[in-house]
């Protein structure tokens, strides 16, 4: 067990992983290629302003998030989390064939149907992929399974990103993407296929049909156990921190680096791969165990690389030609560490959060993650909203948000520390 590769060979863990890959590929080239047509031919698609595209799709994405992780929670529990996993995969082939007939006839509406669609996808599979894996997987296997996990997930971003970009930009784009989007999803759902049964723990617990009281409970049951609810709020920092990021890409290249659309994908690439090179670091750091010591390291990596990326954004010098400026191969140095470190510190609180939750109860944690992280990442939208319209440049929020993740990295490290004195 010296690489969590092992775990890719077998049939417990391989066709969850492909499953998982191939849906988060999807994902991202259906919204990647929507956000750049939608972006370069809005006058074609809607009457809506450009710049309002991009978050309005983002807040369709995620608005599924709030309204039906108490439900995708609840039906992991009480169903056979397998069985749960394909009939997800069949609403993803459904709304990809949506997909391509919006494409086709430039409708907006349709488009953004299929947007609520697949934020409702991602909301119904997130409990299963996790609370999956602690059922098949060895307690020493969490974090190999994590990484692996965590990985292929951003690898799957960047590579659906990229394609997207690249149709959004031939003739008929939108159609080839929609096209090669209900193929991916035939696979996918072939994947789904081989995943052992993963019958429920619950059964026979009440069901509720209240979407508002099925979410409100789910943060109640998560708030009962304080490890695993600090775990949540840390993993929630994250995907703040992460969302933050990649959100003002776009604009930081435009503004800062007076770089282009490649300037972006090499930015959000090395991000990507940085995230994926820190999720398999720690899974080699930890050997099998889940070692709170990591996130305290990745939390301190994620400030000081961020607090030296936001520097030196601030004083960039846009003389001469990009790619021969050092100050841009130190701000891709350094974001490719906030990546790394931000791996490493991830990691093991998803090991966390799954190994110390209820079994019986683990899919509405993982829904109640789902919710915290979902309104960690539209509360930091906010902020930077609002300190945007109030004159802040993009890398003091950078800086802001860097120097907040080393007071966190503090509260993370007191709080380990505190609970390590306690058990003596």
């Keep these: 067990m010296s690489s969590p590769l092992y775990l890719l060979k077998t049939h417990r863990f391989a066709p969850l992983f492909g499953t998982q890959f191939l849906g988060a590929f999807n994902d991202n080239l259906f919204k990647n290629t929507l956000a750049v047509l939608l972006t370069f031919q809005a006058a074609e698609w809607t009457s809506i302003s450009s710049a309002l595209l991009a978050p309005l799709i983002g807040a369709v994405f995620i608005l599924p998030f709030f309204l039906f992780s108490g439900l995708a929670g609840e039906l992991a529990d ?6 749960l996993a394909r009939i997800v995969k069949v609403w993803e082939i459904f709304l990809m064939v949506i997909a ?10 349709t488009l953004m149907i299929v947007v609520f669609g697949m934020g409702m996808h991602s909301t119904l599979f997130g409990p299963i992929k996790y609370s999956i894996i602690p059922q098949h997987m060895g307690e020493n ?22 394609i997207g970009g690249v149709l959004s930009g031939i003739e008929n784009g939108g159609v080839i993407a929609g096209v090669a989007s209900i193929a991916v999803a035939i696979i996918g759902y072939g994947f789904s296929r081989y995943i052992p049964a993963a019958p429920s723990l619950s059964p026979e617990m009440a069901f509720s049909i209240n979407i508002f009281s099925q979410t409100l409970n789910t943060l109640r049951l998560a708030y009962q156990n304080r490890m695993v609810f600090l775990a949540i709020l840390a993993i929630s920092w994250f995907w703040l921190y992460g969302a933050l990021l990649l959100s003002q890409f776009p604009s930081f ?6 770089g282009d659309e490649t300037t972006v994908t090499v930015l959000l690439s090395l991000f990507t791969v940085g995230i994926g090179a820190g999720s ?17 390291v990745g939390a301190i990596g994620m400030g000081l690389s961020g607090i030296d990326f936001a520097l030196t954004a601030q004083h960039f010098s846009s003389v001469g030609t990009l790619y021969t400026n050092p100050q841009f191969f130190h701000i891709l140095f350094d974001l490719t560490l906030v990546g790394v470190f931000g791996g490493l510190y991830s990691v093991p609180l998803y090991a966390l959060m799954q190994g110390r939750s209820d ?9 109640a993650n789902n919710v915290l992280n979902a ?3 539209v509360a930091g939208a906010v902020v930077t909203m609002v300190l945007l319209g109030d004159g802040w440049k993009i890398p ?29």
Excluded: W
Excluded at 78 to 83: I, N
Excluded at 100 to 109: K, L
Excluded at 281 to 295: G, N, T, W, Y
């Design 280 to 296: 398999i670091l720690c899974e080699r750091l930890s050997h099998h165990a889940i070692r709170p010591s990591l996130i305290v």
């Design 141 to 162: 296997e969490l974090v190999s399974a994590n990484a692996l996990v965590e990985s292929g997930t951003f690898a799957a971003i960047l590579l659906g990103t990229l």
């Design 375 to 377: 309104i960690f990442m």
């Design 78 to 83: 009480k169903f056979d989390k397998a069985r």
């Design 359 to 367: 079994p019986y109860s683990r899919s509405r944690i993982i829904a």
């Design 100 to 109: 391509t007939a919006g494409f086709a006839t430039h409708s907006f509406i």
């Design 396 to 424: 003091d929020i950078f800086l802001l948000i860097a120097v907040a993740t080393l007071l966190v990295a503090g509260i993370i490290a007191r709080i380990i520390h505190t609970k390590a004195k306690n058990e003596v």
């Design 253 to 258: 290249v435009q503004s800062v680096l007076m």
